[in-house]
C-alpha cells in the first residue's frame, strides 16, 4: 500500500484467470460486440448471448449465473 492505494505488480497480474473463448466462438464474440457497439436501444439479446459465452468459457454454472444476474439487478 502506498498513499492509501493498492499497488498492482506484474506477478499479481500473471495470476488474474484469463481465459480464451473456443476459437469456434471468437468471431461471433467479435462480432456481437462490435453489434453492440452500434446498436442504439435494446441491446438484451446481444448482451445475453455475451454473457453466455462468457460464462462457458469461464465453467459458470446456473447457480452462479443467477447470482450474478442479481448482483447486477438482471433479471434472467
Same mark, same amino acid.
Given at each position: 500500500?502506498?498513499?492509501?492505494?493498492?499497488?498492482?505488480? /506484474?506477478?499479481?497480474? %500473471? *495470476?488474474?484467470?484469463?481465459?480464451?473463448?473456443?476459437?469456434? #466462438?471468437?468471431?461471433?464474440? +467479435?462480432? /456481437?460486440?462490435?453489434? %453492440? *457497439?452500434?446498436?442504439?436501444?435494446?441491446?438484451?439479446?446481444? #448482451?445475453?448471448?455475451?454473457? +453466455?459465452?462468457?460464462?462457458?468459457?469461464?465453467?459458470?454454472?446456473?447457480?452462479?449465473?443467477?447470482?450474478?444476474?442479481?448482483?447486477?439487478?438482471?433479471?434472467?
Amino acid at each position: 500500500m502506498k498513499d492509501d492505494f493498492r499497488q498492482v505488480t /506484474l506477478s499479481g497480474l %500473471r *495470476e488474474l484467470p484469463i481465459i480464451f473463448p473456443d476459437a469456434a #466462438e471468437m468471431p461471433e464474440l +467479435a462480432q /456481437l460486440v462490435a453489434n %453492440r *457497439e452500434k446498436q442504439a436501444g435494446n441491446i438484451a439479446d446481444l #448482451e445475453h448471448r455475451i454473457d +453466455a459465452i462468457i460464462y462457458d468459457t469461464y465453467g459458470v454454472t446456473e447457480t452462479e449465473q443467477d447470482a450474478i444476474a442479481e448482483w447486477l439487478g438482471r433479471s434472467g
